[in-house]
């Protein structure tokens, strides 16, 4: 099978050659480069071109053409971090590998052949299934402009994705973390991940008139410089236990549309640069091997051991439902099942109590 180009007094023409089941070289004419590969392609899938009037149909649309236009179309309407996240999924894992097979011709076996391209390129099978379904939302689109009769990837299943094991920080850790905080808004960074259980961009959006003396009211995040709604686009309310209450009264309260926690020059906190200009030193001065996330799975372990149930704590955190929560913290849960019960403000005051008389015992050496 061979796709030559030639020259006419009406124009450029490309030819598809080919040799049929009985072995007889076989051609065809076709007016555009996209024409011809469409028909190169049906002929090595065992169809002729009498069966192809999905070249017509299809306008020789290449996926990759597809997925730059879906995606011009549409990316107002996603988030910035959706936004982002299809870039990088389409950028990495599609345009390399199947960006130039036509639409029309995009079928079940297309897509387990590609799948398995980007599992032994590299890619998990969490990534492959976010890739899949990047993929499927581009293609159930052609499909609604009729470029593309089903969408084979809706009938796929999902592969089966092992459940990372989150990392949970012990208190005296955080603590340690927490000792090595340059300045009081660090410290209240990790107060409020790893004792209210905030995601990062959720302390970056946060106002001081969302903090009331019992409770945190989480109804907004900081994403890209902009201040969004949550990452589930709800709310919920969180109980300041009294150690927490303490290290907030400490830091010191600003006005109510002030955010709790901003950039060096005001305005919303640059995450990534406060991760690596603070945290990580100061996780290395710790002697801790974390990153600021897993002070939220630290919270989720201390509210499970205190006795709360896993709807209290799914409320808690933000999660869709609280079979989320049991499916990421199912051996959390099961250790606290056997463990004594301690509240949060039990296990912070402990930690603290002891890395006081540590510090209490190391003066003299340093006198």
Known sequence: MSIHKYDTTNGTRYRVRWRDHSGAMQSKSVGTLAEARILDAQVKVGHTPTQAPTIARAGGVLLGDWIVDWFRLNAAS??????????????????????????????RRTILEYRQRILEAGATEKTTNSVLAVLSAAISSAVDEDLLEANPILEMRRLR?????????????????????????????????????????????????????????????????????????SSRSIRICDELARDITEYGRG????????GE????????????????????????????????????????????????????????????TLNTYAHVYAESQHATRLSLDEAIRAARTQRAAKRRDAEPALA
């Open 78 to 107: 996603w988030s910035v971090t959706t936004r982002k996240q299809r870039k990088w999924i389409c950028d990495k894992w599609i345009f390399p590998f199947i960006s130039d097979q036509p639409v029309a011709l995009i079928r």
């Open 161 to 233: 994705v092992t459940p990372t094991s989150r990392r949970a920080l012990s208190v005296s850790e955080v603590e340690e973390i927490r000792r090595w905080m340059p300045t009081s808004r660090d410290e209240i960074i990790i107060s409020l991940l790893a004792y209210a259980g905030l995601r990062p961009a959720e302390v970056c959006g946060l106002k001081w008139r969302h903090i009331t003396d019992r409770f945190i009211i989480v109804e907004q995040s900081a994403q890209a410089g902009q201040i969004r709604p949550t990452k589930t686009g």
């Open 255 to 262: 006005a109510d549309d002030e955010l709790v926690v901003s």
């Open 265 to 324: 020059r005001g305005g919303i906190l640059h995450w990534k640069n406060w991760f690596r200009r603070v945290w990580v030193p100061a996780a290395k001065y710790a002697h801790v091997k974390a990153t600021p996330y897993d002070l939220r799975h630290t919270f989720v372990s201390l509210c499970l051991h205190s006795g709360m149930t896993i709807p209290e704590v799914a409320s808690a955190v933000g999660h869709a439902n609280p079979t989320m």
